[in-house]
């Protein structure tokens, strides 16, 4: 690829965005002289202002009109290349329009004609973040996927410590995910975990989610008692990754909350129920993945005699408790 600017189209969701984060920043290592240009929906510019690769980022604005304005936007940047991360046909219409001469992406829902270099086929049954790897033209490290590289305003760190009482070993729960009760660990486990954590270790527990999902963050902060606080809808996405990173660790669905926390370099202990941890679980070491029975993986579940929930539901709090007193002993050098 030439030396240039290079128009990157982002994914649309918080997990996707971090699980593509590594391959940008290997692409940034092996193209240091080019200007990466994210272009992301707009409420994901703070997060990608957080990321170390990229150089600036631009908002797409909604609808047809503004897709049509996005493009001049783009037009006027001029970029040598747009590689497409999304699978959608605006996200390749745009570049398209705006005349970048080289467009890569993967082909399907009817786009093929408006890419000059189609990425045929998929990785396999590896990470998702592989994929990344592929789409963006660089290699998968031979030794594993790097974890992304976000680094937390001062502002938002200051603003996390301000709203955690100092004194506490602070962990975080995320009870909420995008898909509902199929891949949420039922409610009374939180509560009944929150209990254990603060009673048996003396920690806190801060409750973190999106304004609309506060009622059910609510519920679980209630049902803990006095040890825990409700953030829920109350932070900015810079705001909650400066918790995340306050917090000594944090328990949480497959979720994009999940993959933030692991990206400010804060371990998590990972609920799964039926869908594939080799897949979409969080990226570094130190983790623990909850899955029904001790397995890791959905292959190994017998589909028939689970349902999503019932899945979540048969892993006991007493593990979740078990795996973040061993996250804080570590965390201590112990």
Same mark, same amino acid.
């Given at each position: 690829?030439?030396?240039?600017?290079?128009?990157?189209?982002?994914?649309?969701?918080?997990?996707?965005?971090?699980?593509?984060?590594?391959?940008?920043?290997?692409?940034?290592?092996?193209?240091?002289?080019?200007?990466?240009?994210?272009?992301?929906?707009?409420?994901?510019?703070?997060?990608?202002?957080?990321?170390?690769?990229?150089?600036?980022?631009?908002?797409?604005?909604?609808?047809?009109?503004?897709?049509?304005?996005?493009?001049?936007?783009?037009?006027?940047?001029?970029?040598?290349?747009?590689?497409?991360?999304?699978?959608?046909?605006?996200?390749?219409?745009?570049?398209?329009?705006?005349?970048?001469?080289?467009?890569?992406?993967?082909?399907?829902?009817?786009?093929?004609?408006?890419?000059?270099?189609?990425?045929?086929?998929?990785?396999?049954?590896?990470?998702?973040?592989?994929?990344?790897?592929?789409?963006?033209?660089?290699?998968?490290?031979?030794?594993?996927?790097?974890?992304?590289?976000?680094?937390?305003?001062?502002?938002?760190?200051?603003?996390?410590?301000?709203?955690?009482?100092?004194?506490?070993?602070?962990?975080?729960?995320?009870?909420?995910?995008?898909?509902?009760?199929?891949?949420?660990?039922?409610?009374?486990?939180?509560?009944?975990?929150?209990?254990?954590?603060?009673?048996?270790?003396?920690?806190?527990?801060?409750?973190?989610?999106?304004?609309?999902?506060?009622?059910?963050?609510?519920? =679980?902060?209630?049902?803990? /008692?006095?040890?825990?606080?409700?953030? @829920?809808? +109350? !932070?900015?996405?810079?705001? %909650?990754? *400066?918790?995340?990173?306050?917090?000594?660790?944090? =328990?949480?669905?497959?979720? /994009?909350?999940?993959?933030?926390?692991? @990206?400010? +370099? !804060?371990?998590?202990?990972? %609920?799964? *129920?039926?869908?594939?941890?080799?897949?979409?679980?969080?990226?570094?070491?130190?983790?623990?993945?909850?899955?029904?029975?001790?397995?890791?993986?959905?292959?190994?579940?017998?589909?028939?005699?689970?349902?999503?929930?019932?899945?979540?539901?048969?892993?006991?709090?007493?593990?979740?408790?078990?795996?973040?007193?061993?996250?804080?002993?570590?965390?201590?050098?112990?």
């Amino acid at each position: 690829m030439t030396t240039g600017t290079v128009l990157v189209c982002g994914v649309n969701w918080l997990g996707d965005s971090i699980m593509t984060m590594p391959a940008m920043q290997a692409y940034a290592r092996v193209h240091p002289d080019e200007r990466i240009v994210m272009l992301v929906k707009p409420g994901l510019v703070p997060l990608w202002q957080m990321h170390k690769a990229q150089t600036s980022v631009l908002a797409l604005d909604d609808g047809v009109r503004g897709s049509i304005q996005t493009a001049v936007r783009v037009s006027s940047l001029k970029p040598s290349v747009a590689i497409i991360l999304p699978n959608s046909f605006r996200s390749a219409w745009i570049p398209f329009v705006a005349n970048v001469p080289v467009r890569r992406g993967v082909p399907g829902h009817l786009r093929r004609w408006l890419l000059t270099d189609v990425v045929e086929g998929g990785v396999g049954p590896a990470h998702q973040s592989a994929e990344y790897y592929r789409l963006m033209g660089v290699p998968v490290p031979v030794d594993g996927i790097e974890v992304p590289e976000l680094v937390v305003p001062a502002a938002a760190r200051q603003w996390a410590t301000g709203r955690l009482e100092g004194g506490y070993q602070w962990v975080a729960f995320l009870p909420c995910a995008s898909r509902g009760p199929s891949k949420q660990w039922p409610e009374d486990h939180f509560v009944d975990a929150g209990r254990a954590l603060v009673s048996g270790l003396g920690c806190r527990i801060v409750v973190l989610g999106s304004s609309m999902e506060s009622a059910l963050c609510e519920r =679980v902060v209630a049902g803990i /008692g006095s040890g825990a606080t409700c953030l @829920a809808g +109350g !932070t900015s996405i810079q705001e %909650l990754a *400066g918790v995340l990173q306050v917090c000594a660790a944090v =328990v949480c669905n497959d979720s /994009g909350g999940m993959h933030l926390a692991s @990206a400010v +370099g !804060t371990q998590v202990v990972a %609920l799964y *129920g039926l869908t594939d941890p080799a897949t979409t679980g969080p990226m570094g070491k130190g983790h623990h993945i909850l899955v029904p029975g001790g397995v890791r993986g959905h292959r190994d579940i017998p589909r028939e005699s689970h349902t999503a929930a019932a899945a979540l539901r048969s892993i006991e709090p007493s593990r979740v408790v078990e795996a973040v007193q061993d996250i804080l002993v570590r965390k201590k050098g112990g």
